[in-house]
C-alpha cells in the first residue's frame, strides 16, 4: 500500500496544530482528513473509514480515551 492510498484522520481541537499535521502529511502523499473534536471524529470515521489515526488525548467534551472507547 503506497501512501497515496493510506487514509488519515488527523483529531485535534488546535486548529494549528491539526494544519500542521494535515500539511506535513498531505506533503508526504497521505490522503488527510480532519476532525476537531470527538463527535465530528465519530461521524468521519463511519464516513472515510481511515487506515490511520492522530488523536489529541486532551480535548474538551469528548477526549481521546473516550474516542478510542466508542470505536473500539
Same mark, same amino acid.
Given at each position: 500500500m503506497s *501512501? /497515496?492510498? #493510506? /487514509? %488519515?484522520? #488527523?483529531?485535534d481541537d488546535e486548529p494549528?496544530? @491539526?494544519k @500542521? !499535521? *494535515?500539511?506535513?502529511?498531505s506533503? @508526504?502523499?497521505f490522503e488527510t482528513y480532519v476532525a476537531s473534536n470527538g463527535f465530528? @471524529?465519530? %461521524?468521519? !470515521?463511519? *464516513?472515510?473509514?481511515?487506515? %490511520?489515526?492522530?488523536l489529541d488525548m486532551q480535548m474538551p467534551e469528548m477526549d481521546g480515551a473516550q474516542v478510542l472507547e466508542i470505536i473500539h
Amino acid at each position: 500500500m503506497s *501512501e /497515496k492510498n #493510506i /487514509k %488519515v484522520l #488527523i483529531v485535534d481541537d488546535e486548529p494549528n496544530m @491539526a494544519k @500542521a !499535521i *494535515e500539511r506535513t502529511l498531505s506533503s @508526504a502523499g497521505f490522503e488527510t482528513y480532519v476532525a476537531s473534536n470527538g463527535f465530528e @471524529a465519530g %461521524v468521519c !470515521i463511519s *464516513e472515510v473509514v481511515p487506515d %490511520v489515526m492522530t488523536l489529541d488525548m486532551q480535548m474538551p467534551e469528548m477526549d481521546g480515551a473516550q474516542v478510542l472507547e466508542i470505536i473500539h
